[in-house]
């Protein structure tokens, strides 16, 4: 049985793939809230600015993304219920606030 995977491209506003940006995912925005009970360990995007989770549950998921002073608050903190058995596609886009 394949595994059901959550494969994420981090991008600034301008578009640019962002490598070794901080990626963290959580099962429910209580978590996500308090930054507690991850799902994974982190992971870190290769140089394309990705990351894939993978043996994943099929539901949404909260996300983290951080590098510098740059993060993902205020959009994509959210992803859809996953779809069992394949590899689901996320962009999301880091910025710092302004």
């Known amino acids: 049985m394949l595994s059901t995977k959550l494969k994420i491209t981090v ?13 963290i995912l959580f099962a429910n925005e209580a978590d996500y809230n308090k930054e507690v009970n991850p799902v ?29 002073d740059k993060d993902n608050s205020g959009g994509g903190e959210v992803v859809s219920k996953l779809v069992k058995g394949k590899v689901n596609k996320a962009n999301i886009v880091i910025s710092d606030g302004i």
């Not at 991008?11 to 990626?23: Q, T």
């Not at 982190?42 to 600015?49: E, Q």
């Open 40 to 68: 994974q360990p982190f992971k870190l995007t290769d140089s394309k600015g990705r990351v894939t989770f993978k043996k994943l549950d099929t539901k949404s998921y909260y996300i983290i993304v951080r590098k510098g």
């Open 11 to 23: 991008v600034d506003e301008l578009g640019n793939v962002v490598p070794d940006a901080k990626v």
